[in-house]
């Protein structure tokens, strides 16, 4: 995602004056000394250079030129050469210097930015070896990158990995599923009916939006930029009722299609819709958040989706979504040790479920293989029950081994 320019905002700098060299154009001059604008430092990189106040664009941009600007900034991402012709010989050119930069960006400058990006990503992921990349972590990286530079984004992309997205960061993904589940569990208790709709839709729908924080879904940097304002301000479980704002305000895009139509329901939800009001939505999230916090949600009846009820109660205490909950201050205090202790536990606690899983589902296949008259059915009945609270003890017996024994044919 490059950088693009404020359409609103007055440019930075102008990289040229008129002069009288035959060229009819010659570098503006920098006050320390004479060195053009845009020269090479010692190291053979181009050196950076304040802007001149005398260069600014005082006057706003008209509607026209706005328009004309978010043209030229498209044309960029795309690399679209014919555009960006026809738009520098139309009147008024590339508008002003910053979108001017935008266009002429070197592949010099685009090549240092891509290796600042592996080279803070690479960083982190050495300094604390337990994290483990995903798909979308550069995303997230490189709107820090952009917004802070190098220097201080490394710190930062630290503090973010381990105290707000280390969920997503764990050996599994099933960090994840307690973020899905509370979307669910939103939907449900501010619009049950919009929530039966969907009911039939598993919610990945949310996944790419919400485990990059948007970063993948919105292209435009000021946007992108506006929403980290709100999302780094606010706990972690805010980003996923923004993505619940997001469903209910599509609500009579949604009305139209069949409940029955699942796989049309997750196309449509997993992109976010354009223009996206973002302003609104994001008074919409902080109204629900602020009506129905986390622990508060209702759960859907049995026969909707996969027990949301629980929602919140099955999140891990070492979840982000518990440990941003509550006092802002307590997270402030946290430390980059506290994050990798809190990660350390909950990787033990799934990798325990994902354990207990597992036997429930070879259990169910020895019953089913197995099947009894009644007598059998109760004698599995009660194993499981005392597999269940084994589980819940530090004795973990290997209780399928006796399951299989109970429900093993006589000879």
Known sequence: MAQSASVDAAPLSAPFRKGSGSSGTEPVAHSDGGRPAGALSSTGHPESVPPLSASWRQAPLSQVEKDKVHRILQACRDRDLDELRELGTSDGGLIEDEVRRTACESDDRKDARKHELSDIIVGILRQHPMLHYFQGYHDIVQVLLLVLGANAAAPAVARLSLLRIRDFMLPTMSGTEPHLDLIKAILYTVDPALAKQLSHTAPFFALSATLTLYAHDIETYGDIARLYDFLLASEAAMSLYLFAAIIMSRKDELSEMEADEPEMLLVILS?????????????????????????????????????????????????????????????????????????AKHAAEIMRNNVWKRQMLHARKLAKRYRRPVTYTATAVVVAAIALLFRRSSYQPSWTALLQHLLSPSD
Do not use: C
């Open 271 to 343: 992109k976010l819709p354009k223009p996206l009001d973002l302003e609104s939505l994001v008074r919409d999230a902080s109204e629900i958040f602020a009506r129905y916090p986390p622990e508060s949600l209702s759960q859907p009846p049995i026969g909707s989706w996969s027990l949301p009820a629980r929602a919140w109660r099955r999140v891990s205490a070492n979840s982000v979504l518990k440990t941003t909950h509550g006092d802002p201050h307590k997270l402030a205090k946290q430390r980059l040790v506290d994050g990798e202790r809190m990660f």
